[in-house]
Every structure is written in C-alpha cells, then in structure tokens.
C-alpha cells in the first residue's frame, strides 16, 4: 500500500512540474508577444487615442480597430503607409460645404478649417472689392455655407463730379452709405433708393441749394403828355426830363449742381421813385395872313430866316455822298433806328417828335463828343441835326434815324465819316 501511494505522489508532482513550466512559458510567450507590439497614437478631429498593435501599416491599424475613413478625409501618415513604434496618426473627417458665387453654387468636400483655405481649395480667385460672408480669414467651425458676391464697376456722379467705383449687389440706398456719400435736405437721387445697381449703370446725385440775392435794379420812368395851346398841332416840347428810379429787390436762386435753374423774386423796395418825362403837345392852330397886294416894282422876296431847331427833311439832292467842305470832320461807328424802336417814345431828347416827321434827318449823338443842335453830315446819310441821345450811343458812337425797320435792319453797323458844321 505504501508503494502505491508513493507512485501516485510522484506522479502528482510529474503532472504539476508539467503545468508549471507550460504555464511558465505561456506567460514568456505572452510578455514576448506584447513586448514586441507598438505604440502609435491618432488623433481624430483633436480626439486622441493611444494604440499597442502588431499592425504592419496605417491601413491594418485602422482595420483592427474598425475605423472607417472616408475619400475626402485627410489621413496622414496614408493607409500604404509602415507603421513604426511611436508613429502618430493625423485623421481629419472631410464634410461639405456649399459656395454661392452670385447666381452659382457648388459643393465642395474639405478638410479646411477656414474660409482662406477653401476658396483656395475650389480653385476660387477674389478681387479686393469682392464680397465674402462669413469674412476671408473667418473658422469655418460648424459652417456649411460660404456666399460670394463679385464686385463690378457703376459710375457715380455726385454734384456733377463724375467717378468710377467698385459695389457689388446692393440698393442704391446701401450703395451710397457704402460709399459714404450723405444727402443734404434738398439733394435729389435720379433713381429710386430701392432700386438695385445694376454693372455698368450711373447712380446719380444732384445737389440742390437755395441762396438769397439782393440786387439794385433800375425803374423805368413813363412819358406824360400835357396839351399846351401856345404851340403849334404837331409840335412837342420836353417840359421836364425824366429820372429812372432805384428798386432792391430780392430773390430766391435755386441752385443744382452749382448752376442757377430758378430765380424768384420774394421782396422788393423802392429805395428811389422814378420821376416821369413831361412832355408838351401842342394844340394851336395856324391861321394864314392874307396876302398884301404885289408891288409895282418886281423885286426878289428876301429868303425867310428858318428857325431855330427847325427839321431836316429828306431831299433828293446828292448830298448824302458829297462832303461840303469846312467843318470838324472825324470818324464814328453808326447805327439806325426808328420812331417805334423797342423802348422808343417817338419823341427825341430834343423835343422833336419823329413820328410826325418820318422824313427827319436826326441823329442821337454823344453831347460830349457833339454838341446836341449841331448840323451835321453824315457820309451816305446826308445833312441832319443832332437832336437825340441814347443810352448805348457813348463816344465816338452815333444812331441815324430813319422811317422804317426794313432800312434800320439794311443800314446795319458801318464806320462813316461825320462833319459837325456848326
């Protein structure tokens, strides 16, 4: 019985020195195997992870661990790629993003964290002037749509002062706060503020001001006719001259752009009365003397004395174009004008009253330069009495009268030679 039992304890300790040493090189075998994994690390989207593994390349790795990565994605090192003891493993998930580029979209599939960096990616070119909402430079964070507006070039007159300027799709109302452009009380816009500015258009503003101006003008002074018995029917006499009176008045000018389109009169007083012409009108009737008996003795009647100031007349002599001899003879510009000329009593300075006398030789002279009464000729005009004045007929100027508006139109502007006589 003793024998048995030591058979069986040594065989007990045969089948237990057995398991140790398979148990012992199980646990060699074990720490060999996890000695020799490697230590990698990913990082997903600022996740990270750390890994022991006997994968040989990024793509085993990610294999094992049942990681999905996407075409878009952005895996570096590549899935190709051998693994070493230590590799670091970026993953970033691509998502889309849609691009509005005025009236045109696109979507894009990206790994990039800003608006710089997609735009580069789809291969879209900006201008300075362009738009970009949300702005260059802007994180793209959870953002699944970029809009862009291409800029264009609109004219822009402002008070007259014509620019080019860049805009992109807008109102004109936004365009001109863009453009910091400020609207005065009167300015006017030509379009509608609602209206959208369009490439190639003109957005125009005109600038309106309202300014006061006071200004002294002259009155003009009427003629007054009184009938005077003591001179004969026909005959004028000047009694009193007349005297223009002053007037301030004052207006309102309406400015666009700098030019005056308005002017309206709001005030006016008379800081002056104008004084009338007096002019007498003769009503007396000429009797005539019966005639004395001839006497016996034919003898020549003495020339009648003209009187003073009498009219010359017109007369069919040559005596327009032939110049007498004596007298002060120099040269003036002459004009024409008739009895009904625009501002014209018909009554010279003098008295004479022309349109009773259509054939009168009269001529409106400078006083100063011809004394008013002087008999003149005038080269192709003839023999005339200085017995008008003018407010245009200064110097060296004179003004023929003549009967119609027909021949003042033919006389025109000529230089002549004159010949004061007396």
């Known amino acids: 019985m003793l024998k048995v039992s030591k058979k069986n304890m040594n065989g007990k300790k045969a089948i237990m020195a057995i398991l140790t040493v ?25 996740d990270n992870q750390e890994f022991r593994t006997h994968a040989k390349t990024v793509g085993e790795l990610l294999s094992e ?46 790994t990039e964290k800003n608006i710089d960096g997609l735009l580069k990616q789809a291969g879209i070119e900006l201008t300075e002037h362009d738009a970009v909402e949300p702005g260059l430079g802007s994180e793209l964070g959870s953002l699944d749509t970029v809009n862009i507006e291409k800029a264009y070039e609109v004219a822009m007159i402002d008070g007259g002062q014509q620019s080019k300027v860049w805009t992109t799709s807008t109102t004109v109302a936004d365009f001109l706060k863009n453009q910091g452009i400020e609207l005065g009380k009167l300015d006017r816009v030509e379009q509608k503020l609602d209206e959208t500015v369009k490439p190639g258009s003109a957005v125009k503003v005109v600038r309106v001001e309202k300014v006061t101006d006071v200004v002294e003008e002259s009155m ?79 003898a020549a009647a003495p020339a009648a004395k003209k009187p003073a100031g009498k009219v010359v007349q017109a007369s069919s002599s040559k005596s327009a174009g032939d110049a007498p001899s004596g007298g002060k003879e120099f040269y003036v510009s002459a004009t024409a004008y008739t009895a009904s000329c625009n501002g014209c009593s018909g009554i010279t300075s003098t008295g004479i009253n022309l349109k009773a006398n259509p054939n009168a030789k009269v001529i409106a002279v400078d006083p100063s330069i011809i004394p008013l009464g002087s ?43 004159i010949k004061v006589l007396n």
């Open 22 to 46: 398979v148990l012992f090189a199980g646990v060699i075998g074990y720490a060999v195997y996890e000695g020799t994994k490697k230590n990698v690390s990913l990082s997903a989207d600022g």
């Open 65 to 110: 661990q049942n990681i999905a990565v996407g075409e878009h994605d952005d895996l570096s090192p590549a899935k190709d790629e051998a693994l070493e003891d230590g590799t670091s493993i970026e993953w970033t998930k691509a998502r889309q993003v849609t691009i509005n580029v005025d009236q045109e979209s696109q979507k894009v599939w990206t």
């Open 220 to 298: 003009n002074f009427s003629v007054e006719t009184k009938k005077d018995a003591s001179l004969l029917k026909g005959s004028e006499k000047v009694v009193k001259n007349g005297k223009e009176g002053k007037v301030e008045r004052t207006y309102e000018i309406v400015k666009e752009d700098g030019k005056e389109i308005a002017r309206n009169m709001t005030a006016e007083n008379v800081k002056e009365k104008p004084v009338n012409k007096v002019v007498a009108v003769g009503t007396r009737t000429a009797v005539a003397a019966a005639p004395k008996a001839a006497p016996s003795t034919a």
């Open 375 to 417: 008999k003149v000729w005038v080269e192709g005009y003839g023999y005339a009495v200085a017995g008008d004045t003018g407010g245009a007929i200064k110097g060296h100027k004179i003004d023929v009268f003549v009967s119609s508006q027909s021949e003042a139109m033919n006389f025109g502007r000529k230089k002549v030679k």
